[in-house]
């Protein structure tokens, strides 16, 4: 079974807040945990092909390209101010 210091141990890790009071309950739950994988470590997949996902299907994936947008002005145009040479925005901050 994971002790109480190693509870505490992997909560420092990752950064989590553990009450004294919770450290019996995560100990015997981090411990079934594990006895659970070494449960699984013991079935042999030897002859089964690893997979990301059930459905089989591909990413589809496309050349990324550069593509000229013309239209600009139609995009200045929905500026709703502008100063000197330059577009007026809200601030974003």
């Known amino acids: 079974m994971i002790s109480k210091k190693e509870v505490k141990n992997i909560a420092a890790l990752a950064r989590i807040g553990v009450e ?3 450290l019996e309950k995560l100990s015997k739950d981090l411990s079934n945990v594990l006895d659970w994988i070494d449960q699984l470590k013991e ?7 690893p997979t990301a996902h059930i459905t089989g ?3 589809v994936v496309r050349e990324d390209k550069a593509v000229e947008f013309v239209e600009t002005e ?3 145009d929905l500026f709703p101010e502008k100063k000197d040479r330059y577009n007026k ?3 974003v901050l």
């Open 74 to 76: 139609k995009i200045v």
């Open 89 to 91: 925005v809200k601030s």
């Open 57 to 59: 299907m591909d990413d």
């Open 43 to 49: 079935l042999d997949v030897k002859d089964i092909e």
């Open 20 to 22: 004294e009071k919770e």
